[in-house]
C-alpha cells in the first residue's frame, strides 16, 4: 500500500499514481481516493490539517494503466485551503475529489460513544473467517489484504450460514506492518480503509450476502471528515450502519474510532445497490 500511496511528481500539481500487483476489474475507489487524497496533500503546507474529503465516481479506472492525478488550487489562506483532485486516464474523467485543510484550533469537544466490542487481539483474522468460503468469495480470498481486519461480528458470509440479520458492523482495522511518521500516509490509510465494509450493513440488514446472493453494488459518492489525528498502524475501530436504502440505492455511515473510544473521522458513503433473488 505504500507503494500506491507515493505517488510520482508528473509536472507542476500533477501526480502519476500506480496499481498494486493484485487487482480487481475496476481500480479500487478505496485505493483512488487515498491516491487523491494524497495528492492534494502533497501541495498545502504539512502544518495545515485535512477536516473533509468529498469524492464522486464518473467512471471505473484501469488497472493495467497508471492513474493521472491533477491538483487545482481552489483557496489558499493562512488557516484554509481548497484543492480539487481530478483522476484521468487516457484524457477520460475517472473521479473528482475535492479536499479541504482547516487549522481549527482548540474549541468544544466530544465524541458519542464507542460501542461496547471486544478487543481486537482475541478476535479472529479474516483469513480465518474465510477458511471454506474459498469458493463463496473468492474475490475476498485472493485480494491483496494490507490492512489486518478483525471483526466484532460474524461478516456478512458467517451471517448468512446461520441465517442471521444485523443492522451494523463492528470491524478492528490496522495496517499490517508499520507505517511512516507522516499523518499524510496515516490518513490515507483510513481513507483507503473507508471504502471496505461501509455497504455491509445494507446486506445484512436483510440477511444477505456476497457470494451467496445475486447483488450489484457500486459506489456512486464518498465522504469523509476528519475529526482527529490517527495512528493507523495501531487498532482503530471502523463501526457502520445504513440509514436508509431505496430506489436501488443504499447509504453507508460509519465512525472511526481510536483505541480510547475518541471518534478520528466520519465516513458516509452512497452506493447504488441491487438484489436480484433468485427464481424459484
Known amino acids: ?18 496499481h498494486p500487483s493484485k ?3 475496476r481500480t479500487f475507489g478505496g485505493q483512488m481516493m487515498a491516491q487523491a487524497f494524497v495528492a492534494a496533500s502533497r501541495t498545502v503546507s504539512p502544518t495545515l490539517p485535512p477536516n ?23 483557496r489558499d489562506e493562512r488557516r484554509f485551503a481548497n484543492r480539487r483532485v481530478d483522476v484521468t486516464q487516457d484524457g477520460t474523467l475517472l473521479t473528482t475529489a475535492f479536499v479541504s485543510f482547516l487549522a481549527g484550533g482548540s474549541s468544544l469537544e466530544h465524541s458519542i460513544a464507542m460501542p461496547d466490542v471486544a478487543a481486537p487481539h482475541g478476535l ?4 480465518e473467517l474465510l477458511v471454506g468460503f474459498e469458493e463463496t468469495v473468492p ?16 461478516p456478512a458470509w458467517v451471517m448468512r450460514t446461520k441465517g442471521e440479520r444485523l443492522p451494523h458492523n463492528r470491524v478492528w482495522m ?14 490515507a490509510a483510513l481513507v483507503y480503509s473507508s471504502d471496505t465494509t ?3 450493513s445494507i446486506i445484512t440488514t436483510h440477511g444477505l450476502s456476497w457470494g451467496f446472493d445475486r447483488i450489484f453494488a457500486v459506489t456512486i459518492n464518498h465522504s469523509v471528515w476528519f475529526h482527529r489525528p490517527v495512528v493507523f498502524d495501531d487498532w482503530v475501530l471502523y463501526s457502520t450502519s445504513s440509514p436508509v436504502a431505496a430506489d436501488s440505492r443504499g447509504l453507508g455511515t460509519g465512525h472511526f474510532f481510536d483505541p480510547v473510544g475518541n471518534v478520528v473521522a466520519t465516513v458516509v458513503q452512497e452506493g447504488i445497490v441491487k438484489h436480484f433473488p433468485a427464481k424459484d
Do not use: Q
Open 1 to 18: 500500500m505504500l507503494a500506491v500511496l507515493d505517488l510520482r511528481a508528473a509536472g507542476e500539481d500533477a501526480f502519476l499514481g500506480t
Open 23 to 25: 487487482n480487481p476489474v
Open 174 to 187: 490496522k495496517t499490517e506492518e508499520p507505517m511512516p511518521d507522516d499523518p499524510v500516509l496515516h490518513r
Open 198 to 200: 461501509v455497504l455491509d
Open 139 to 154: 474475490l475476498f480470498v485472493e485480494a491483496l489484504k494490507p490492512i489486518e481486519w478483525r471483526y466484532t461480528n460474524d
Open 124 to 127: 479472529p483474522k479474516i483469513s
Open 52 to 74: 473533509a474529503l468529498s469524492v464522486h465516481f464518473i467512471a471505473g479506472g484501469d488497472p493495467a494503466k497508471d492513474l493521472e492525478f491533477t491538483v487545482v488550487r481552489l
